[in-house]
């Protein structure tokens, strides 16, 4: 599978912003997928996932409540639903997939990357 993230911008603290992946090939539906992030110096960290589905979702701590991911399995993508925005969530925004699961996901060992999105919050 492919992977192509989008949606990137520049946003004032406390704003909103969408983030989207778009994912090529078939059975998307096998597919458990996961956003990341990595700030300017920092390593790349785990936000949220999703299951196959999209029954479940999981999310960092530093995220919960304010951003929310979903999918469309119709449509080949994924999203990633940013509020309150901070500008620690300053960073570039990758979306990952795996058919193992969970567990990979949250190793941060996903087998497909896409290439990332900036994503600016200013202060």
């Known amino acids: 599978v492919q992977l192509q993230a989008s949606g990137g911008g520049l946003v004032q603290a406390g704003g909103s912003l969408r983030v989207s992946c778009a994912a090529s090939?078939?059975?998307?539906?096998?597919?458990?997928m996961g956003w990341f992030r990595q700030a300017p110096g920092r390593e790349r960290e785990f936000v949220a996932a999703i299951s196959w589905g999209g029954g479940s979702t999981y999310y960092d701590d530093s995220v919960k409540g304010r951003f929310t991911i979903s999918r469309d399995n119709d449509k080949n993508m994924v999203y990633l639903q940013m509020g309150s925005l901070k500008p620690e969530d300053t960073a570039v925004y990758y979306c990952?997939?795996?058919?193992?699961?969970?567990?990979?996901?949250?190793?941060?060992?996903?087998?497909?990357w896409g290439q990332g999105t900036l994503v600016t919050v200013s202060s």
């Open positions: 090939g078939r059975a998307f539906d096998t597919y458990y």
């Open positions: 990952a997939a795996d058919q193992r699961g969970l567990p990979t996901i949250l190793a941060g060992t996903p087998k497909y």
